[in-house]
């Protein structure tokens, strides 16, 4: 970041990321260097409960039982206390769901974040078939 560098790429999944850390350094770059949230541009993800195997459960960022959309909202909570941010630019969806309906529930919570004005655009990465891109693109609102 020191050298340009303005795209931070993290997840809220404690068993691979330290998302906490990442917001601790961005405060930091603002107390030391001056390089304010608003120069940098902050992505996470929403990672589904099956991407948590072997995970202590109390690191999970949300309520695995709860329903899909609320496991969402929680994350999204989560992600902006994490990142000391009142907002994430992209809030991606780690990996379609195991059916279309719940990669669709999962994308209408990311979409209700974005209409909150909480997250700037939503998104998916490990996407391997058209089909679910095509379905994306059709039944965003």
């Known amino acids: 970041v020191l050298t340009g560098f303005r795209g931070i790429d993290t997840a809220c999944q404690p068993r ?4 906490d850390l990442v917001g601790q350094a961005i405060a930091r770059l603002a ?10 541009w902050t ?4 990672s589904p409960h099956q991407g948590y195997d072997g ?12 329903p899909l959309a609320v496991q969402v909202a929680q ?4 992600s902006t206390h994490n990142l000391c941010t009142g907002q994430i630019d ?7 769901l195991h059916s279309m ?3 669709m529930e999962a994308w209408r919570a990311m979409e209700r974040a974005v209409h909150a ?25």
């Open 101 to 103: 309906a719940l990669t």
């Open 75 to 78: 994350s999204i909570t989560r």
């Open 55 to 66: 995970t202590d459960r109390t690191k999970v960022p949300y309520d695995p039982v709860a």
């Open 90 to 96: 992209s809030f991606l969806l780690h990996s379609p």
């Open 117 to 141: 004005g909480i997250v700037g655009q939503p998104g998916i990465s490990n996407l391997y078939h058209l089909h679910t891109i095509e379905t994306l693109y059709n039944q965003s609102s």
């Open 43 to 46: 992505q996470t993800k929403f």
């Open 31 to 40: 107390l030391e260097h001056g390089i304010s949230r608003d120069l940098l």
């Open 16 to 19: 691979h990321y330290r998302e």
